[in-house]
């Protein structure tokens, strides 16, 4: 009989993943991927004041709240990371990012340097931050070509964007570059299997030493 793993029984803290990109570069689909493939993940849920639509569920697409309750919320310390988008909030709730990542689950956020900047201030040691990296701009614009979904000029909006954003990629522990999206997504699984790693990570290291050093012969 072949005995478990003893690494995989060792208690951790989990990991606060931010993933980030301009509009085009893959990052979603990343993201998407990630979650499919790894059920120690589960995807942050923001707080929003924009109406829920027809298709959306609340507590599975967004926290759907009133203004007056979005701003006792960011007033009172429990949102990790807000901003104001075409009128309407967007935010992270503290306490369900701070529970998951004692009990040693992980999550993955889908957010723009903003709200990785913010993240950061909160919660240093718990975020690994990966920048998503289009191999060229020309090809950044294909793709957003190839979407068929924007106009002209709301793809040279998004361009223009983008060289604001790609500005920021020195803020992020790593950069994956996607030129070929199964490549890119090897990367991002390389990074999480080594992160979770990690001896700062896991504080259940001490115990198992200790029996090791305890360990009769």
Request: overall charge negative; glycine content about 6%.
């Amino acid at each position: 009989m072949v005995d478990k793993n003893p690494a995989e029984s060792i208690r951790r803290r989990g990991l606060m993943l931010v993933l980030s990109s301009p509009s085009g570069a893959g990052k979603s689909t990343i993201a998407r991927n990630l979650l499919e493939s790894d059920k120690e993940f589960e995807l942050s849920v923001s707080v929003t004041t924009r109406p829920r639509r027809a298709s959306e569920i609340d507590g599975v697409h967004y926290h759907f709240r009133g203004r007056r309750e979005f701003e006792y919320l960011r007033d009172n310390d429990e949102l990790l990371e807000w901003a104001e988008v075409h009128g309407n909030f967007y935010a992270t709730p503290r306490e369900p990012a701070e529970r998951a990542i004692s009990e040693g689950r992980d999550m993955l956020f889908d957010i723009d340097w903003q709200g990785a900047e913010q993240l950061r201030e909160r919660m240093r040691g718990d975020i690994v931050s990966i920048f998503i990296l289009p191999p060229s701009m020309r090809e950044l614009k294909d793709r957003l070509r190839r979407r068929a979904e924007d106009q002209e000029s709301v793809i040279a909006a998004r361009l223009s964007n983008a060289r604001e954003e790609i500005e920021h990629w020195r803020e992020y522990d790593y950069i994956v570059i996607n030129s070929d999206l199964d490549a890119a997504f090897s990367s991002v699984k390389a990074i999480v299997a080594a992160e979770r790693l990690r001896r700062d990570r896991r504080p259940g290291l001490f115990e198992f030493v200790s029996g090791l050093l305890d360990e009769k012969l």
